[in-house]
Nanobody
Framework: QVQLVESGGGLVQAGGSLRLSCAAS????????MGWFRRAPGKERDFVAA????????TYADSVKGRFTISRDNAKNTVSLQMNSLKPEDTAVYYC??????????????WGQGTQVTVTS
């Protein structure tokens, strides 16, 4: 079992930055890949970024590539998403997930409750 709690969301102007964090409980954290997804109002949940259990590989959605960076600290049981050059279209609820390394929501077994990110123009 892995429990995930996101934090760090908020309101920011376009061009600004935010850093999301996800704290995980459970000894199995280190064995799971971690991902970030987001759901904008009225839209489906979309993949944002993922990192393997060892942090040896990462992958990003094209829409965030070059602006967002995913990282993890297995000693602290945390995964982070650094978001730079934010755009209004980044506005969404962001979810942390643990599971198999992939870009589909179905790859992930455990989910956090989400944190709201709002980017104003």
């Amino acid at each position: 079992q892995v429990q995930l709690v996101e934090s760090g969301g908020g309101l920011v102007q376009a061009g600004g930055s935010l850093r999301l964090s996800c704290a995980a409980s459970g000894r199995a954290f280190k064995s799971y890949a971690m991902g970030w997804f987001r759901r904008a109002p009225g839209k489906e949940r979309d993949f944002v970024a993922a990192v393997t259990w060892s942090a040896g590989s990462t992958t990003y959605a094209d829409s965030v590539k070059g602006r967002f960076t995913i990282s993890r600290d297995n000693a602290k049981n945390t995964v982070s998403l650094q978001m730079n050059s934010l755009k209004p279209e980044d506005t969404a609820v962001y979810y942390c997930a643990a599971g198999a390394y992939g870009v589909s929501a179905g790859d992930y077994r455990y989910w956090g409750q989400g944190t709201q990110v709002t980017v104003t123009s």
